[in-house]
């Protein structure tokens, strides 16, 4: 009913989500602030330029995985969404902050090639790859469940 006070279980579920949502936002200010760290001490020879749309991009990233990702019972889930927030606020805020475009003071080189990145960039791919591994994970173990009517 509207209006009611929430059941015991609502509450544990609710208390869940919201440490779900506290882990996800505090591991992404560790890893955002990490990553800014290191690009203003470490100077970066290189640097790459993001478009307005890929800012917005960003923004859209971070919004949409604060509000779903702490709804799925996995902390592994909410910790790898965290660094990946952390990377793409890393990368959000290295787009407002340096005039030249995102630094990347990271630099793998070959004789001929390279490839130039930052800490935000691989926080972001690494917490991508453990939220996607999470949610497999989740989604296996309670197979029988993801065909139920939400």
């Given at each position: 009913?509207v209006?009611?006070a929430?059941?015991?279980l609502?509450?544990?579920?609710?208390?869940?989500?919201?440490?779900?949502?506290?882990?996800?936002?505090?591991?992404?200010?560790?890893?955002?602030?990490?990553?800014?760290?290191?690009?203003?001490?470490?100077?970066?020879?290189?640097?790459h330029a993001?478009t307005p749309?890929?800012?917005?991009?960003m923004?859209?990233?971070?919004?949409?995985?604060v509000?779903l990702?702490p709804?799925?019972?996995?902390n592994?889930?909410?910790?790898?969404?965290?660094?990946?927030?952390?990377?793409?606020?890393?990368?959000?805020?290295?787009?407002?902050?340096?005039?030249?475009?995102?630094?990347?003071p990271?630099?793998?080189?070959?004789?001929?090639?390279?490839?130039a990145?930052n800490?935000?960039?691989?926080?972001?791919?690494?917490?991508?790859?453990?939220?996607?591994?999470?949610?497999?994970?989740y989604g296996v173990?309670?197979?029988g469940?993801?065909?139920?009517?939400?």
């Amino acid at each position: 009913m509207v209006g009611c006070a929430p059941d015991g279980l609502e509450r544990a579920m609710l208390l869940a989500v919201r440490t779900r949502c506290a882990l996800l936002v505090s591991s992404a200010v560790v890893f955002a602030s990490i990553d800014l760290l290191h690009k203003a001490f470490d100077p970066a020879e290189f640097h790459h330029a993001r478009t307005p749309f890929a800012a917005l991009v960003m923004v859209a990233l971070v919004t949409g995985l604060v509000m779903l990702v702490p709804r799925i019972p996995s902390n592994a889930a909410a910790l790898g969404a965290g660094i990946a927030c952390g990377g793409a606020l890393g990368n959000f805020v290295s787009l407002l902050a340096w005039s030249q475009g995102v630094p990347d003071p990271l630099v793998l080189a070959g004789a001929t090639q390279g490839v130039a990145f930052n800490l935000a960039d691989l926080f972001a791919l690494g917490g991508d790859a453990l939220l996607l591994s999470a949610a497999a994970v989740y989604g296996v173990r309670n197979r029988g469940r993801l065909r139920e009517r939400v």
